[in-house]
């Protein structure tokens, strides 16, 4: 095997790529589109970040991946409230952890 793509396979990127893209790329499509708060804060912060938060949690553990992979999407999230949403977002970061958590615990 190539030396990148083990890598790659050993970072467990897809994992890097879903932080990346629900924490930092949707809050900044999200920002440039002038969403209103009301979609912001029912849609995106509580349902589809939460979902996201229950499913990588438990994907890390049905995986068989390390624990501080539950760290990625609360990190680049907070990065993205940071850059571009709201101040009041910054208190998503410590439910969408735990959340992760929780999944991870709960996956046998």
Same mark, same amino acid.
């Given at each position: 095997?190539?030396?990148?793509?083990? *890598?790659? =396979?050993?970072?467990?990127?897809? &994992?890097?790529?879903?932080?990346?893209?629900?924490?930092?790329?949707?809050?900044? =499509?999200?920002?440039?589109?002038?969403?209103?708060? =009301?979609?912001?804060?029912?849609?995106?912060?509580?349902?589809?970040?939460?979902?996201?938060?229950?499913?990588?949690?438990?994907?890390?553990?049905?995986?068989?991946?390390?624990?501080?992979?539950?760290?990625? *999407?609360?990190?680049?999230?907070?990065?993205? =409230?940071?850059?571009?949403?709201?101040? &009041?977002?910054?208190?998503?970061?410590?439910?969408?952890?735990?959340?992760? &958590?929780?999944? &991870?615990?709960?996956?046998?």
């Amino acid at each position: 095997m190539n030396k990148s793509l083990k *890598f790659f =396979v050993q970072i467990k990127w897809r &994992y890097w790529v879903a932080g990346i893209v629900l924490g930092v790329l949707l809050p900044f =499509v999200l920002h440039i589109t002038s969403a209103s708060h =009301v979609f912001i804060d029912l849609w995106f912060l509580m349902i589809i970040n939460t979902l996201a938060a229950i499913v990588l949690g438990s994907l890390i553990k049905a995986n068989r991946a390390h624990w501080a992979l539950l760290w990625l *999407f609360p990190i680049f999230f907070l990065l993205g =409230v940071y850059l571009f949403l709201p101040k &009041y977002a910054y208190y998503f970061v410590i439910v969408y952890l735990t959340t992760s &958590y929780i999944a &991870y615990g709960l996956t046998s």
